[in-house]
């Protein structure tokens, strides 16, 4: 069985736009109607047992046919204390259930997790960059902070690329929602991912666990832990193999039985640990980890069509205007009015097939051509030692830590089997992170219960930004005039030197754009309880971060390509000629003799976070919490790329992002503890948030010439609601639900670029619009079932996500909607009665929904594209014991 790689969903020349909303009512209803009587039944049920007045016979023999919850013990507050207790927003998946659904990693998370948000599935490590609630993400900025920090056994990763790794051994993951950094490493203005894996075991135990299935899959998992020394030293290793095939053919590099395919996996990873108990009072936690990946991740984007011939504002948008046309420009240096497909009909004389017919890629489908796109290499390790030693009613903790990363991509682009071009990146960063902190005791009821810790960090982010071209980049960058010059002459003798003129235009060039960005942090911070009584509890908590940024930019032509002069002189051209294909490299390498390191002003800021939390127990099992806070994320020096550092724009300082958070919830256990049900509303506002834009260039005289950067948009406001829940039936049948309603909008003025207007850069004030990429509603709900099968243990797992309609992009494009869609996910399990191994089926995307990950749409140059998301996708695993 081999996966389709022509999904429905790639017939998109209507786009997405009416695909599912005749289907999407009654599952609304649906939903709806289930999170209703959910909520309903769990209110009614509350009444009956706060009152404890239900005395009827055949619901007592119901209750005593149920198994209470499992008591979900977490440590967001840096201590071990049950989920239920914690008065805060945060949502827990546990061991067994990561290891059911093969949660590895954080691109796994946004199923279980329905207000936490990921950028495209799988696209790179430079753009992880989780963010909750609708915001916080970024894109691929490397001098920029996370606003949802990731923090892996209790390490912060400082730079969000860290994040691409995948895990064996977890013990739960914690999504804690709203500023942190009272209790935490590094400050996070929305929230943070905490990761923490299983620690070495004195008891002996090894888990072996083999995946394989469609697109070539195999995922070796290995665990092993016990003593080398009885009772003072003890082990953890684990190692992970993954590999998978990607969802799109190259069929430019396909030969035979070769294959070529992107967005695939192909990781290996290793985790040693050591647990070190010389007396109780005292251990010693090191963790030693490596990861390796080679994929071809960067490059997949389905080329959907060229888009329409009308521009949204009723203005013909030319596909194959004649050459002698010079209108529009784009940021890359690309003079043409054509569209992305008509660009090849208008230099057909250059862009042909073998048999002289006009090329066109791939349209429509997931086979591409790209000659120039490379496997992305990513390398990572790091290593941490943990302290813990318990003497006067305090626990002291040290936790030090050094993490390293580097990867280079090659993003190859949409030019088919030419050469044009190629960019991409070659990343450092290293971190030295040192946090000491002190906790009082809580066995002990006690008036106050406390901590307090200081936090150091150390780091650098060293990013090279490379474009080099081809010997076709001269004649797809020209502009229209240009090439008529060039290509166009009557005379063979000049036509010729014409065409050796265009190519070693730009043929040869490389060019690199060096950011360093650095980083030195140190906070002091602290968090008090005080039970003013039985019932009641204030919480709050205060950090003073100390904080400086550097950063520099070089721009370096690594090579320069050929003499334009001497080649016009040995071909006998014209000035004309030469002229003309100096002019296109001036437009690709507008700095052509570069310039050594500048560096900006650094930044230096006080940031201070604070939080207040009050809480009341109704009863042991029902707790109220509020709680209000200020975060903030530092700010950055950002550097326009490519130009001179006289420009202006060339460097901007990016202002701090503050946050001021309001929660109230409610969590509570129900039903004689067999029923979860946790209810949280909050309200985030967001001044001076960090965001992307696109403007025109204030250095160009070309109309329609456009720049991207960073800045800060002056406030966004987030609110909603959240809920968790979880039924034990009985014990052989659980129900989880899992949903957040989301309104995340601009609430001052931001300007976002007309839909389909690019040629003419007109723009709209996106004030009150919902934020790209953020759907209003997010359900995340399913059922486990596991009951004893004729001397085996049988499992049923069913889980389905539903995600309202959102738009891509922030202009709001049609092409960009994404409608309302559900991914529904069946395993199957059989077992031994003690669980000593156990063999699964997987099925993803039961129903084969058709769904995008992203879109882009149209402009004057390019057409619209896609990422699809994954088919229907079947694996077996296999697990052993020993």
Same mark, same amino acid.
């Given at each position: 069985?081999?996966?389709?790689?022509?999904?429905?969903?790639?017939?998109?020349?209507?786009?997405?736009?009416?695909?599912?909303?005749?289907?999407?009512?009654?599952?609304?209803?649906?939903?709806?109607?289930?999170?209703?009587?959910?909520?309903?039944?769990?209110?009614?049920?509350?009444?009956?047992?706060?009152?404890?007045?239900?005395?009827?016979?055949?619901?007592?023999?119901?209750?005593?046919?149920?198994?209470?919850?499992?008591?979900?013990?977490?440590?967001?507050?840096?201590?071990?204390?049950?989920?239920?207790?914690?008065?805060?927003?945060?949502?827990?998946?546990?061991?067994?259930?990561?290891?059911?659904?093969?949660?590895?990693?954080?691109?796994?998370?946004?199923?279980?997790?329905?207000?936490?948000?990921?950028?495209?599935?799988?696209?790179?490590?430079?753009?992880?960059?989780?963010?909750?609630?609708?915001?916080?993400?970024?894109?691929?900025?490397?001098?920029?902070?996370?606003?949802?920090?990731?923090?892996?056994?209790?390490?912060?990763?400082?730079?969000?690329?860290?994040?691409?790794?995948?895990?064996?051994?977890?013990?739960?993951?914690?999504?804690?929602?709203?500023?942190?950094?009272?209790?935490?490493?590094?400050?996070?203005?929305?929230?943070?991912?905490?990761?923490?894996?299983?620690?070495?075991?004195?008891?002996?135990?090894?888990?072996?666990?083999?995946?394989?299935?469609?697109?070539?899959?195999?995922?070796?998992?290995?665990?092993?832990?016990?003593?080398?020394?009885?009772?003072?030293?003890?082990?953890?290793?684990?190692?992970?193999?993954?590999?998978?095939?990607?969802?799109?053919?190259?069929?430019?590099?396909?030969?035979?039985?070769?294959?070529?395919?992107?967005?695939?996996?192909?990781?290996?990873?290793?985790?040693?640990?050591?647990?070190?108990?010389?007396?109780?009072?005292?251990?010693?936690?090191?963790?030693?980890?490596?990861?390796?990946?080679?994929?071809?991740?960067?490059?997949?984007?389905?080329?959907?069509?060229?888009?329409?011939?009308?521009?949204?504002?009723?203005?013909?948008?030319?596909?194959?205007?004649?050459?002698?046309?010079?209108?529009?420009?784009?940021?890359?240096?690309?003079?043409?009015?054509?569209?992305?497909?008509?660009?090849?009909?208008?230099?057909?004389?250059?862009?042909?097939?073998?048999?002289?017919?006009?090329?066109?890629?791939?349209?429509?489908?997931?086979?591409?051509?790209? #000659?120039? *796109?490379?496997?992305?290499?990513?390398?990572?390790?790091? @290593?941490? !030692? $943990?302290? %813990? =030693? &318990?003497?006067?009613?305090?626990?002291?903790?040290?936790?030090?830590?050094?993490?390293?990363?580097?990867?280079?991509?090659?993003?190859?682009?949409?030019?088919?089997?030419?050469?044009?071009?190629?960019?991409?990146?070659?990343?450092?960063?290293?971190?030295?992170?040192?946090?000491?902190?002190?906790?009082?005791?809580?066995?002990?009821?006690?008036?106050?219960?406390?901590?307090?810790?200081?936090?150091?960090?150390?780091?650098?982010?060293?990013?090279?930004?490379?474009?080099?071209?081809?010997?076709?980049?001269?004649?797809?960058?020209?502009?229209?005039?240009?090439?008529?010059?060039?290509?166009?002459?009557?005379?063979?003798?000049?036509?010729?030197?014409?065409?050796?003129?265009?190519?070693?235009?730009?043929?040869?060039?490389?060019? #690199?754009? *060096?950011?360093?960005?650095?980083?030195?942090?140190?906070? @002091?911070? !602290? $968090?008090? %309880? =005080? &039970?003013?009584?039985?019932?009641?509890?204030?919480?709050?908590?205060?950090?003073?971060?100390?904080?400086?940024?550097?950063?520099?930019?070089?721009?370096?032509?690594?090579?320069?390509?050929?003499?334009?002069?001497?080649?016009?002189?040995?071909?006998?051209?014209?000035?004309?000629?030469?002229?003309?294909?100096?002019?296109?490299?001036?437009?690709?390498?507008?700095?052509?003799?570069?310039?050594?390191?500048?560096?900006?002003?650094?930044?230096?800021?006080?940031?201070?976070?604070?939080?207040?939390?009050?809480?009341?127990?109704?009863?042991?099992?029902?707790?109220?919490?509020?709680?209000?806070?200020?975060?903030?994320?530092?700010?950055?020096?950002?550097?326009?790329?490519?130009?001179?550092?006289?420009?202006?724009?060339?460097?901007?300082?990016?202002?701090?992002?503050?946050?001021?958070?309001?929660?109230?919830?409610?969590?509570?256990?129900?039903?004689?503890?067999?029923?979860?049900?946790?209810?949280?509303?909050?309200?985030?506002?967001?001044?001076?948030?960090?965001?992307?834009?696109?403007?025109?260039?204030?250095?160009?005289?070309?109309?329609?010439?456009?720049?991207?950067?960073?800045?800060?948009?002056?406030?966004?406001?987030?609110?909603?609601?959240?809920?968790?829940?979880?039924?034990?039936?009985?014990?052989?049948?659980?129900?989880?639900?899992?949903?957040?309603?989301?309104?995340?909008?601009?609430?001052?003025?931001?300007?976002?670029?007309?839909?389909?207007?690019?040629?003419?850069?007109?723009?709209?004030?996106?004030?009150?619009?919902?934020?790209?990429?953020?759907?209003?509603?997010?359900?995340?709900?399913?059922?486990?079932?596991?009951?004893?099968?004729?001397?085996?243990?049988?499992?049923?797992?069913?889980?389905?996500?539903?995600?309202?309609?959102?738009?891509?992009?922030?202009?709001?494009?049609?092409?960009?909607?994404?409608?309302?869609?559900?991914?529904?996910?069946?395993?199957?399990?059989?077992?031994?009665?003690?669980?000593?191994?156990?063999?699964?089926?997987?099925?993803?995307?039961?129903?084969?929904?058709?769904?995008?990950?992203?879109?882009?749409?149209?402009?004057?140059?390019?057409?619209?594209?896609?990422?699809?998301?994954?088919?229907?996708?079947?694996?077996?695993?296999?697990?052993?014991?020993?």
């Amino acid at each position: 069985m081999s996966i389709s790689r022509y999904p429905r969903l790639l017939n998109v020349q209507q786009a997405s736009t009416n695909a599912a909303r005749t289907t999407q009512p009654f599952t609304r209803k649906f939903i709806a109607t289930a999170i209703s009587f959910v909520i309903g039944a769990s209110l009614t049920s509350f009444n009956v047992y706060a009152a404890d007045e239900a005395t009827d016979k055949d619901k007592q023999q119901q209750k005593s046919k149920a198994v209470k919850l499992e008591t979900v013990v977490v440590t967001s507050r840096n201590r071990a204390e049950a989920a239920q207790e914690v008065p805060l927003p945060v949502r827990v998946i546990g061991g067994e259930r990561l290891d059911r659904d093969d949660i590895k990693s954080v691109w796994d998370l946004p199923s279980v997790a329905p207000n936490l948000q990921l950028n495209n599935p799988g696209e790179n490590a430079r753009k992880v960059s989780p963010g909750i609630r609708g915001l916080g993400r970024g894109g691929a900025n490397d001098s920029m902070e996370q606003s949802v920090g990731t923090i892996v056994d209790g390490v912060t990763l400082y730079y969000s690329g860290q994040a691409w790794a995948d895990y064996v051994d977890l013990d739960r993951i914690e999504v804690l929602y709203g500023p942190q950094g009272t209790l935490v490493g590094k400050n996070t203005s929305l929230g943070a991912i905490k990761i923490a894996t299983k620690a070495p075991s004195f008891k002996p135990s090894s888990k072996f666990e083999v995946t394989t299935g469609e697109l070539n899959t195999l995922q070796g998992k290995f665990s092993t832990t016990g003593p080398l020394i009885d009772d003072l030293l003890a082990y953890r290793g684990t190692f992970l193999v993954t590999r998978k095939d990607g969802l799109y053919d190259n069929t430019y590099l396909n030969f035979g039985k070769s294959r070529e395919t992107w967005r695939e996996e192909n990781k290996v990873a290793g985790r040693i640990q050591f647990l070190l108990t010389p007396n109780e009072d005292f251990t010693g936690r090191f963790i030693f980890d490596k990861l390796r990946s080679d994929e071809r991740v960067n490059t997949g984007n389905v080329l959907a069509s060229n888009g329409p011939d009308i521009f949204a504002d009723g203005t013909a948008r030319p596909l194959t205007t004649p050459i002698t046309a010079n209108t529009g420009y784009t940021p890359s240096g690309q003079y043409s009015s054509v569209g992305y497909l008509g660009k090849f009909a208008e230099r057909s004389a250059w862009f042909h097939n073998a048999d002289g017919t006009v090329y066109q890629p791939p349209v429509g489908t997931t086979d591409i051509e790209n #000659s120039q *796109a490379r496997p992305q290499l990513t390398n990572q390790h790091g @290593a941490s !030692a $943990q302290f %813990d =030693w &318990h003497v006067a009613n305090h626990t002291f903790t040290s936790i030090t830590a050094y993490r390293y990363q580097d990867f280079d991509i090659k993003n190859g682009g949409q030019f088919g089997k030419f050469y044009v071009s190629n960019s991409g990146q070659q990343l450092w960063n290293d971190q030295f992170s040192q946090e000491l902190r002190v906790a009082s005791d809580t066995a002990e009821k006690k008036a106050f219960d406390y901590q307090a810790g200081i936090y150091y960090l150390d780091a650098e982010v060293y990013s090279d930004d490379p474009s080099f071209y081809g010997p076709d980049a001269g004649a797809w960058n020209a502009r229209a005039a240009q090439y008529t010059t060039l290509v166009a002459n009557t005379t063979p003798s000049l036509r010729a030197a014409g065409r050796e003129l265009l190519r070693a235009s730009l043929d040869g060039v490389y060019q #690199s754009s *060096a950011t360093d960005a650095t980083v030195q942090s140190l906070a @002091a911070y !602290a $968090q008090a %309880d =005080w &039970h003013i009584s039985d019932k009641a509890t204030l919480s709050f908590g205060v950090r003073d971060t100390e904080e400086s940024k550097q950063n520099k930019i070089a721009t370096q032509i690594d090579r320069p390509g050929e003499d334009l002069d001497a080649l016009g002189a040995l071909y006998g051209a014209t000035a004309a000629q030469i002229k003309a294909a100096k002019d296109i490299r001036l437009a690709s390498v507008p700095i052509p003799n570069g310039f050594d390191f500048v560096k900006a002003n650094d930044i230096d800021a006080n940031l201070v976070a604070w939080n207040i939390s009050p809480s009341y127990k109704l009863s042991e099992d029902v707790n109220l919490y509020a709680s209000v806070g200020r975060g903030v994320k530092s700010g950055f020096i950002y550097f326009q790329q490519y130009v001179a550092p006289t420009d202006a724009g060339f460097v901007s300082y990016i202002k701090p992002e503050k946050v001021l958070d309001y929660e109230l919830g409610i969590k509570s256990l129900l039903l004689g503890r067999t029923l979860q049900l946790n209810v949280n509303l909050y309200n985030t506002e967001v001044t001076d948030y960090q965001a992307s834009w696109r403007r025109d260039d204030p250095n160009s005289t070309v109309t329609g010439q456009t720049i991207s950067g960073w800045g800060n948009a002056p406030k966004v406001v987030a609110r909603g609601i959240e809920l968790e829940s979880n039924y034990r039936f009985n014990q052989e049948l659980d129900f989880n639900l899992a949903a957040a309603y989301n309104k995340a909008t601009y609430e001052a003025e931001w300007l976002v670029q007309t839909p389909e207007l690019l040629a003419t850069n007109k723009y709209f004030d996106a004030k009150g619009q919902q934020i790209a990429n953020v759907p209003k509603v997010v359900i995340n709900y399913g059922l486990n079932y596991q009951t004893p099968v004729a001397g085996y243990l049988g499992r049923i797992t069913l889980q389905n996500t539903y995600r309202s309609s959102s738009y891509f992009n922030d202009n709001h494009a049609d092409f960009t909607r994404q409608d309302a869609y559900n991914v529904t996910n069946l395993s199957l399990a059989i077992g031994s009665l003690n669980k000593k191994w156990e063999a699964q089926l997987n099925i993803r995307n039961l129903l084969d929904t058709d769904y995008a990950t992203s879109k882009s749409t149209y402009s004057a140059t390019a057409g619209q594209t896609l990422n699809i998301g994954a088919p229907r996708y079947t694996s077996v695993t296999l697990k052993y014991n020993l």
